[in-house]
C-alpha cells in the first residue's frame, strides 16, 4: 500500500504517520525528517537545504527529487509524509511508480484552518535526539521537556516561532494546494476533518483504509 499525506504544516501528518506505520506495517518516509537529519549531519543536501527551511520556504524540486529517488523503497508498503508538495516533484513521483510497475493507492488530505495550524505549531515540542514530537497541551510529555521514547531533550523547532509558520501556511496555500486538484482528477484523495483529535483521526484513517470509507 502506497499512502501520501497532503496538508498544511501542523496538520498531523508526521504524528499519525508514525502511528499508521506501526499499524499497518508500513514504512514512514518524512522529507522534513530527512532534510532535518541532513542538515544535523551537515551532507551537501543539508547545507543547501538549511537556508531555504530557516525561511519556511521549499527546498528546490531538483533537491527534493534527488532524494526521493535515493530513499523511496523498490518493494513494501510506504506512507509519504511532506512529499509532493509541488506539481512537479507529483508528477516525478507518479513517473517513478510507473517505472517500477507501483501505483499510488490514496492521497489524505488533512484539512484545518490556519488558526489550528498556528496553535498546533506553537505549541509542538520536538526531541532534540530521536524526533518524536508532542504537543504543549494536546500530547504533552510525561515528564515536562523530557522525551517519553529516549530521555532526549524537548525543543521548538526554530520554523515553529509565529512569523515563519504563517510564512510556511503561505507557502503551503500558493505551491501545495494545488496538488488537491491534481489528485481529485486522478481519483485518489480523500479528505479528512484533522481538527478532530488525534485518536480520531487515526480512527478515520484506518477506517478508509481498511474498508475503503
Ligand atoms: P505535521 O507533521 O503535519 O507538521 P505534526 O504531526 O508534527 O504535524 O503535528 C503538529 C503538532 O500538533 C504537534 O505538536 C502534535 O503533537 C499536535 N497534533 C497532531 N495531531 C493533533 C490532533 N489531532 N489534535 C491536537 N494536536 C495534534
Ligand atoms: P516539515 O517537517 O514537513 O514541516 O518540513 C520542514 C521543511 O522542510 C519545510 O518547511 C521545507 O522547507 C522542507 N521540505 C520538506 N519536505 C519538502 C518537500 N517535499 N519539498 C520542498 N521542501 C520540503
Redesign the pocket.
Known amino acids: 500500500m502506497i499512502v501520501v499525506?497532503l496538508?498544511?504544516?501542523?496538520?498531523?501528518?508526521?504524528?499519525?504517520?508514525?502511528k499508521l506505520s506501526q499499524e499497518l506495517n508500513l514504512s514512514h518516509i518524512?522529507t522534513?525528517d530527512l532534510l532535518r537529519e541532513a542538515v544535523k549531519k551537515q551532507t551537501p543536501l543539508g547545507l543547501k537545504a538549511k537556508e531555504y527551511m530557516d525561511r519556511g520556504e521549499l527546498v528546490p524540486d531538483s533537491l527534493m527529487i534527488a532524494l526521493i529517488e535515493e530513499v523511496m523503497p523498490k518493494e513494501g508498503g510506504f506512507i509519504l509524509?511532506?512529499f509532493p508538495r509541488t506539481v512537479p516533484q507529483a508528477l516525478v513521483l507518479e513517473d517513478m511508480l510507473n517505472r517500477h510497475g507501483r501505483n499510488l493507492d490514496k492521497v489524505f488530505l488533512?484539512d484545518l484552518s490556519e488558526e489550528v495550524v498556528v496553535e498546533?505549531?506553537s505549541?509542538?515540542?520536538?526531541c532534540s535526539q530521536c524526533g518524536a514530537?508532542?504537543?504543549?497541551?494536546?500530547?504533552p510529555p510525561k515528564q515536562e521537556g523530557i522525551c517519553d521514547l529516549c530521555g532526549g531533550k524537548l525543543i521548538q523547532r526554530e520554523d515553529d516561532k509565529e512569523e515563519v509558520i504563517r510564512k510556511r501556511y503561505r507557502v503551503y496555500a500558493e505551491q501545495t494546494k494545488p496538488l488537491i486538484e491534481f489528485y481529485q482528477e486522478r481519483n485518489k484523495l480523500t479528505r479528512l476533518d484533522?481538527?478532530?483529535?488525534?485518536q480520531?483521526?487515526n480512527r478515520k484513517l484506518l477506517e478508509v483504509l481498511k474498508n475503503g470509507g
Open positions: 499525506f496538508g498544511p504544516p501542523g496538520s498531523g501528518k508526521g504524528t499519525q504517520a508514525k518524512s522534513g509524509d511532506g488533512f498546533r505549531l505549541g509542538r515540542l520536538t514530537v508532542y504537543h504543549k497541551k494536546y500530547n484533522a481538527e478532530q483529535d488525534i480520531e483521526v
